[in-house]
């Protein structure tokens, strides 16, 4: 579990490890349609979509793939998205990737770019990999936004999981 940022905090959020008890905070994403209108995939029914999720964070965990980490609202103590650094395979490389999602209540603050750049400075200053992605959609401007607030910029353009997306990338400095 070395890429996770438990226990880590920036001015607005906190970091730790997804629990089973989140689930019901997190069900809502599944079920409004704005959450995925970017993305293609095997429509489930939300809760089996959103279990589906968790199963595959915990797996992350214990197969030291990364994994997503809640995000919790430090004035309210709400959990409002999840953030982290997972490895995955694009394209047969490994990479390790930036990942984000949020509540759609709390888009347009700034709370994924917040939590996207502590994720980068974690992964840069411990040496995880020499530069980090971000898998986004082509049609998913916020998203393509926060990858170039972090620094990030098109290294290329993909399939992934059947859907078109730019990989973003920034590289680490020496």
């Known amino acids: 579990m070395k890429y996770l940022l438990d226990g880590s905090s920036t001015e607005r959020l906190l970091f730790r ?3 089973e ?3 019901d905070d997190w ?3 599944h079920q ?3 959450t995925s209108r970017y993305w293609i995939s095997e ?3 939300p809760e089996t979509e959103c279990r589906q999720w968790y199963e595959k964070q915990f797996g992350r965990y214990v197969n030291d793939k990364g994994g997503m980490n809640a995000l919790v609202e430090k004035s309210s103590g709400k959990l409002i998205g999840h953030c982290g650094l997972l490895v995955q395979v694009v394209d047969s490389i490994e990479e390790l990737e930036i990942a984000y999602s949020l509540l759609p209540q709390f888009w347009n603050r700034g709370y994924a770019t917040e939590a996207a750049l502590k994720c980068k400075e974690a992964a840069f200053a ?3 990999a020499d530069s980090l992605i971000s898998i986004v959609s082509l049609t998913n401007t916020p998203s393509a936004n926060v990858a170039c607030k972090l620094g990030m910029t098109i290294d290329r353009l993909t399939i ?3 859907n078109e997306v730019h990989i973003f990338r920034v590289v680490r400095d020496n």
Request: glycine letters at 4%.
């Open 17 to 19: 490890k997804i629990r």
């Open 21 to 23: 008890e989140d689930f």
């Open 27 to 29: 069900l809502p994403f």
């Open 32 to 34: 409004d349609p704005a």
């Open 43 to 45: 429509k489930e029914d």
């Open 126 to 128: 411990k040496q995880y």
């Open 160 to 162: 992934y999981k059947g």
